[in-house]
């Protein structure tokens, strides 16, 4: 099992920036991919911004050059700088992981609310 705690949600105006983190936990494991999705109301989940264990990203286009999502593989821990903000990024952001013993198996975290006010 794989523990996912994300943190650093909130309100901000339009053109703000955010931070949000995740940290993985749990008993011996190795993790893969380490991924951020959103779900804004009335609409379907949707996957944000992507990175594997050697460092490679993959972002949407509705946030590529504004976001930026990184990872401490010591420390398990999984981050996404959202840059100028817009009102359309408003949603809760899930983190997603799976590990190398299991790949394709995601585990999630409970999200974390944003919400950007124009």
């Given at each position: 099992q794989v523990q996912l705690?994300?943190?650093?949600?909130?309100?901000?105006?339009?053109?703000?920036s955010l931070r949000l983190s995740c940290s993985a936990s749990g008993r011996a494991f190795r993790i893969n991919v380490m991924a951020w999705y959103r779900r804004a109301p009335g609409k379907q989940r949707e996957l944000?911004?992507?990175?594997?264990?050697?460092?490679?990203?993959?972002?949407?286009?509705?946030?590529?050059?504004?976001?930026?999502?990184?990872?401490?593989n010591a420390k398990n821990t999984v981050y996404l700088q959202m840059n100028s903000l817009k009102p359309e990024d408003t949603a809760v952001y899930y983190c997603a992981a799976d590990k190398?013993?299991?790949?394709?198996?995601?585990?999630?975290?409970?999200?974390?609310?944003?919400?950007?006010?124009?």
């Open positions: 705690v994300e943190s650093g949600g909130g309100l901000v105006q339009a053109g703000g944000v911004a992507t990175i594997h264990a050697g460092g490679m990203t993959s972002y949407a286009d509705s946030v590529k050059g504004r976001f930026t999502i990184s990872r401490d190398v013993e299991t790949i394709g198996t995601y585990y999630w975290g409970q999200g974390t609310q944003v919400t950007v006010s124009a």
